[in-house]
């Protein structure tokens, strides 16, 4: 039985919106042959007269940078085919033969082994690199962990008769890819029946494809609820500590905006069994869901952080009048004993009852003054 195994792993940086154009596709492609000692990169653009022959996505690399794909020797592993992203996200993949479901679990576990000390230095060295640049972001805490495998999806070509798993037979998302060719999406594992060997690569593509749309959405979410924690343990007592809260959850929804416009342009060039496989995996993994959760979750923390900023407002404004009321009664208190004194003053050339009179007209209107303010106060 042949198998494909995939495994998806991450940098310890990420693509942020600060930073548009071909420059990081380019810093990553020298940080990758610096890094991985061995890597063979994969050839360049095929030659073609036509613009779409291949139907490449050519917006997705305009705003994140091509990625770099290529091959590795391992050793006690064998080649791998590895490919590095911009977005920090980042896959291997080998093709296996066995007997049976059993020799596969016990192989991809012996791969584990052997290949995660490797990841672990090409995740060190090509993230120091790329964070060098400038061009890219650390990963924040709340990401998974970087520099290990994730987890082995298993691609199944014709799986024999009781060694497909029920992850597919049983609970899979079955899609026809062409005639009589059909494929099963479940967790960890996609079998491929009857499909045509030249046609793999484009179920492959699809595969990481989707993955790389789980753990966008997956982070994303993690990122959002990550920033809703702090704000508990943020001062809201200044206006500029709630402005620096606000700019740093700007800057998070700006950088998913970006990774969702590349993913958007590169998904419409995902084509044939790529989009099968998509298509497949966005039902099992219920990803309309999840990204109807991750629209709630940044419209409540854009809530909270308008809140928070008019209630700081409030706060300011409310100690502003304080302050206003006590500097307006010391200076009524002060008028008072002018006017007392105006009143009782012996060295004046005003007689006493001119005096009184001049007072009783001053407090008058100020009376007046101060009720028709309240009444027009009490309408409003």
Known sequence: MQ??????????????????????????????????????????????PLLFDYHM?????????????????????????????????????QTIEVPDKEAMHRRERALVDRINPHIARWTDGVSERMLATGLVDPADEAAMDPGRLLWW??????????????????????????DDAYLRFGDGFTTL??????????????????????????EANRLVSARMLRLNDARWGRVTDVDRQ???????????????????????????????????????????????VLEVQLQSLRDI????????????????????????????????????DFAHEANNTLAPATRLAVVSVIVALTVVVVVSSLVIRRRE
């Open 246 to 292: 606000f700019t740093a959850s700007l800057k998070l929804s700006k950088d998913l905006a970006l990774r969702e416009m590349v993913r958007l342009e590169e998904s419409r060039y995902t084509v044939n069994a790529g989009a099968v496989v998509m298509d497949a995996a966005m039902e099992r993994w219920a990803m309309d869901r999840e990204r109807g």
């Open 193 to 218: 029946v009857r499909l045509p060997r030249h046609r793999i690569s484009e179920v492959l593509e699809g595969v990481m494809a989707a993955t790389s749309e789980w753990i966008a959405v997956d």
């Open 57 to 93: 996505s050519t917006g997705g690399s305009r705003l994140s940078g091509k990625k770099t794909v290529g091959t590795v020797d391992v050793a006690d592993a064998g080649l791998l085919w590895c490919r590095f992203e911009p977005s920090g996200y980042c896959y291997v993949m």
């Open 305 to 340: 952080l308008e809140f928070h900023r008019t209630m700081t407002q409030y706060r300011r404004d409310e100690r502003r009048n304080r302050l206003l009321f006590v500097f307006t009664a010391i200076t009524l208190l002060q008028s008072v004993l002018v006017w007392y």
């Open 153 to 178: 999806h298993r691609v199944l070509m014709d799986p024999p008769q009781g060694q497909e798993p029920g992850a597919t037979r049983v609970y899979g998302v079955e899609r026809k890819i062409h």
């Open 3 to 48: 198998v494909v195994l995939i495994a998806p792993f991450l940098m310890r940086f990420r693509l942020c919106a600060n930073t548009f154009g071909g420059a990081v596709g380019r810093a990553l492609r020298e940080a990758v042959a610096e890094a991985v000692p061995g890597f063979s990169p994969q050839a360049g653009e095929l030659d073609s």
